[in-house]
């Protein structure tokens, strides 16, 4: 049974598509949510359909590790919301990275990418790639010419993200796949921080965007998935690696992540003004060093921004004066934000590099990748913005300088 009123609409918008899009047109009993399919192996009462299925001849689920009916509507959901012709799903975002790099390139390939991509991103490019003989060249994520000239030299892959983590630095995304495309190389963008709903890397000319699901997409930190879009015969290469490697999403996360999604457009809209408004906020308080973040028309990654994204996203940064102490004292003072890891949820969430994203990178490091030692990153939630407000000039007041 299948929701024909939804059918019939032509280029519903993106809280629309949230909404209505895949699981309304499979819906069981009548069902008007999409269940979940909490069966690992599926029944058939012929051979010869289910050799037809197996082969591909068919559609149909055979085994929840290669595809499970409430997975699929979660890939449908974002795959629409992306613009994609295809997408598969992982158990998290680091696997739908790690499985998409994997499948993308061989030993003797290289790969051009920047240094300020996310921490456990930045190990797969340092530390495992090489081991299977796969070369990898960081460029300054701000210096757009010499990502070019990288790219001029001959690479497989071009790997970015934008805006990225922690320092919120654009990326030309058409400028640099653009480059990418005369060297024949498939551009990846991982597209975490700005959600579907704020910027469509594929419509820039990026080959396979991917998503930590975890975060702005299931919105309420409470289920972990991954997610790679693009054409047909590349998610299948990448479809094929994960199932044999084995780290599919578990149906009952993509139930939470599709429940997520239905409020996708309200919960990023509400983000995008919160973070807006908090950013302006902190930049023209006294004990603020610096925010960084791409809505304020003072950014350096403001302009591309503009051209590239419709909103400017949850997530921004900046840096307190004073040292280590101050960090402390406006942290665990404030009352509506977690001290937590992750992002995109609900809820406020602050941390810093040190004991979020980078974890595992030196201070010595971090001043290479040019993220100050006093930087706090902030993932605002969906609270009334006078509430955030009010809490962090409060908070404020017990930093001394
Ligand atoms: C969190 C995050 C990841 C990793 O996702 P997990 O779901 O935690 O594995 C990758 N990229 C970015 C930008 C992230 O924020």
């Known amino acids: 049974m299948s929701n024909k009123k939804y059918k019939k609409q032509t280029n519903p918008g993106p809280g629309t598509q949230s909404v209505w899009s895949a699981d309304s047109e499979i819906s069981a009993y009548g069902a008007t949510q999409m269940p979940v399919f909490h069966s690992v192996t599926f029944n058939y009462h012929d051979l010869d359909t289910w050799r037809d299925v197996a082969m591909g001849k068919k559609e149909g689920h055979i085994y929840t590790r290669n595809s499970n009916p409430t997975v699929n509507v979660f890939e449908e959901k974002v795959r629409i919301l992306e613009g994609a ?4 799903s992982f158990s998290t975002g680091m696997a739908a990275i790690s499985n998409t790099l994997f499948t993308m390139l061989s030993p003797g390939d290289r790969v051009v990418s920047i240094k300020d991509t996310y921490g456990g991103t930045s190990k797969i490019l340092l530390d495992h790639l090489p081991h299977f003989g796969i070369d990898v060249q960081l460029c300054d994520t701000t210096n757009h010419e010499q990502i070019e000239k990288e790219i001029a030299k001959g690479c497989q892959a071009l790997y970015l993200e934008s805006p990225t983590n922690p320092t919120l630095k654009v990326m030309d995304l058409v400028r ?7 060297a024949g190389a498939t551009v990846i963008v991982d597209n975490t921080f700005a959600s579907p709903i704020n910027q469509n890397p594929l419509k820039l000319g990026v080959d396979l965007v991917i998503h930590s699901a975890t975060k702005f997409l299931g919105g309420h930190s409470d289920a972990l998935g991954g997610i790679v879009c693009g054409n047909k015969e590349m998610v299948k290469k990448i479809f094929h690696f994960k199932e044999v490697f084995g780290a599919s999403l578990d149906p009952m996360s993509a139930y939470f992540l599709i429940r997520g999604i239905k409020t996708l457009e309200l919960r990023i809209n509400r983000q995008n003004s919160n973070a807006m408004q908090l950013a302006g906020f902190l930049q023209d308080h006294p004990k603020i060093e610096q ?8 950014d350096p990654g403001h302009e591309i921004a503009k051209q590239q994204m419709s909103g400017y996203g949850g997530v921004f940064s900046f840096s307190l004066k004073g040292g280590y102490n101050n960090i402390k004292l406006l942290l665990e003072n404030l009352k509506y934000a977690h001290l937590a890891a992750s992002l995109g949820s609900v809820g406020t969430l602050i941390g810093t590099p040190k004991t979020t994203s980078h974890v595992e990178t030196s201070f010595e490091e971090m001043k290479k990748l040019g993220i100050p030692e006093n930087l706090i990153r902030c993932a605002v939630g969906i609270e009334n913005i006078e509430d955030l407000i009010n809490d962090f000039k409060s908070a404020l007041e017990k930093v001394i300088l």
């Open 85 to 88: 012709e295809a997408a598969t």
């Open 176 to 182: 640099l796949s653009k480059a990418a495309k005369v």
């Open 291 to 298: 925010v960084f973040y791409p809505g304020l028309e003072t």
